[in-house]
């Protein structure tokens, strides 16, 4: 089965700084969905960026881009300009396309943003 | 609004009496899921549901049944809830309609039970 591992259980950063989570996960598949979702503390899961294996290119949304070494297995999420609403829990997470209901997480990186 | 609906948002009880966290979706998604949150675990998935009347086993199924007789509803059912499944419970659904792969979340559900 695949995993996923988040390294870095706790990160801070100043607010305006940059700062990556790191993630990487174990496949021995060729084709998959990655995911970065947050959760602030009102519990609510949301997607904050996706990346599909089969693409080269980084996806971004805004201040928020992905490293994606495919080669290497990771999948790295690069905050740009932080802000205090950036604090969260961030879960990387993988799908395979090959059973829709099969989704794998990382143990979670708690981000501090410090004003 | 497109949502994921969960109820309740909090649940205190105690050991052995039975109980329902109902999982509610707008989307016409066709596949749903159940998680358990903990501590340095991330999510584990419990049961997962393919389309109406398609239920299966995730990574920790012990001690939950579930039930899909409406595309728009999950229920998860603890039959006689234990202290180990104290946790922060999530229902998600999913479409591959359009080659969106994400799963949609909840709120979110938190359980003790004593």
């Known amino acids: 089965a695949q995993t996923v591992t988040q390294s870095q259980p706790e990160m801070s950063v100043q607010e305006a700084e940059t700062v990556t989570l790191s993630c990487t996960y174990d496949?021995?598949?060729?084709?998959?969905?990655l995911f970065w979702y947050k959760q602030p503390p009102s519990r609510q899961m949301i997607l904050v960026i996706r990346q599909e294996a089969y693409k080269q290119q980084n996806a971004t949304e805004n201040r928020f881009s992905v490293n994606f070494q495919k080669a290497a297995k990771s999948f790295s999420l690069k905050i740009s300009d932080s802000q205090l609403g950036d604090a969260a829990m961030y879960f990387c997470?993988?799908?395979?396309?090959?059973?829709?209901?099969?989704?794998?997480f990382g143990a979670g990186t708690r981000l501090t943003v410090k004003p | 609004e497109a949502q994921v609906t969960q109820n309740p948002r909090y649940l205190i009880t105690v050991t052995g009496k039975k109980l329902t966290v109902t999982c509610s979706q707008n989307?016409?998604?066709?596949?749903m899921s159940w998680y358990r949150q903990d501590p340095g675990l991330g999510l584990r998935q419990i049961y997962y549901s393919m389309n109406v009347e398609v239920t299966d086993k995730g990574d920790v199924p012990e001690g939950y049944k579930v039930s899909r007789k409406e595309k728009r509803n999950f229920p998860l059912i603890l039959e006689s809830p234990s202290p180990n499944q104290t946790s922060l419970y999530f229902c998600a659904s999913s479409s591959v309609a359009g080659g969106i792969y994400e799963q949609y979340f909840g709120p979110g559900t938190r359980l003790t039970v004593t």
């Open positions: 997470a993988y799908r395979t396309p090959y059973n829709n209901n099969d989704m794998r």
């Open positions: 989307m016409n998604h066709e596949y």
């Open positions: 496949t021995s598949e060729s084709d998959y969905y």
